[in-house]
């Protein structure tokens, strides 16, 4: 079962992923790391989850699946752990085709293979003016 997965340390970005074995990922990231990372958050859900939670952080993005520690992903990590915070109320993200990949508009994330396109069909439909799904 996969799951999103918060990574960070005490200080600097936070990575948002997803994984069915987050704790080897968090080996796999240690590894070229400077600082103790710890796994700060988990939360049942797979790609789809994975980019709702991207899609809402992307103000904050800091580089690929990285973002800023900020209020808004630290007030999220603490609703995760208190198990008071509700995936279902995570907003869905636009999309538009280009090319051969889909793309979103705000981040510039690019699905590149065919698993990618369809994950991304079924999160991200197109919406008018690039507004929230309500």
Same mark, same amino acid.
Request: contains cysteine; aromatic residues 12%; neutral net charge.
């Given at each position: 079962?996969?799951?999103?997965?918060?990574?960070?340390?005490?200080?600097?970005?936070?990575?948002?992923?997803?994984?069915?074995?987050?704790?080897?990922?968090?080996?796999?990231?240690?590894?070229?790391? *400077?600082?103790?990372?710890?796994? &700060?958050?988990?939360?049942?859900?797979?790609?789809?989850?994975?980019?709702?939670?991207?899609?809402?952080?992307?103000?904050?993005?800091?580089?690929?699946?990285?973002?800023?520690?900020?209020?808004?992903?630290?007030?999220?990590?603490?609703?995760?752990?208190?198990?008071?915070?509700? *995936?279902?109320?995570?907003?869905?993200?636009?999309?538009?085709?280009?090319?051969?990949?889909?793309?979103?508009?705000?981040?510039?994330? &690019?699905?590149?293979?065919?698993?990618?396109?369809?994950?991304?069909?079924?999160?991200?439909?197109?919406?008018?003016?690039?507004?929230?799904?309500?």
């Amino acid at each position: 079962m996969s799951v999103v997965y918060f990574i960070g340390s005490d200080i600097g970005p936070i990575k948002v992923g997803v994984s069915e074995k987050p704790f080897e990922r968090l080996r796999g990231l240690q590894a070229s790391s *400077p600082l103790r990372l710890d796994i &700060l958050a988990l939360i049942g859900g797979g790609l789809e989850t994975e980019y709702r939670f991207h899609y809402r952080y992307m103000d904050f993005r800091s580089h690929g699946e990285w973002f800023e520690r900020c209020d808004l992903i630290l007030s999220d990590i603490n609703a995760i752990n208190d198990r008071t915070f509700d *995936p279902k109320n995570l907003k869905r993200a636009s999309f538009s085709f280009k090319g051969d990949s889909w793309l979103a508009p705000k981040h510039q994330t &690019l699905a590149r293979t065919e698993k990618q396109r369809r994950t991304m069909e079924t999160v991200w439909r197109p919406i008018e003016g690039n507004e929230w799904d309500e």
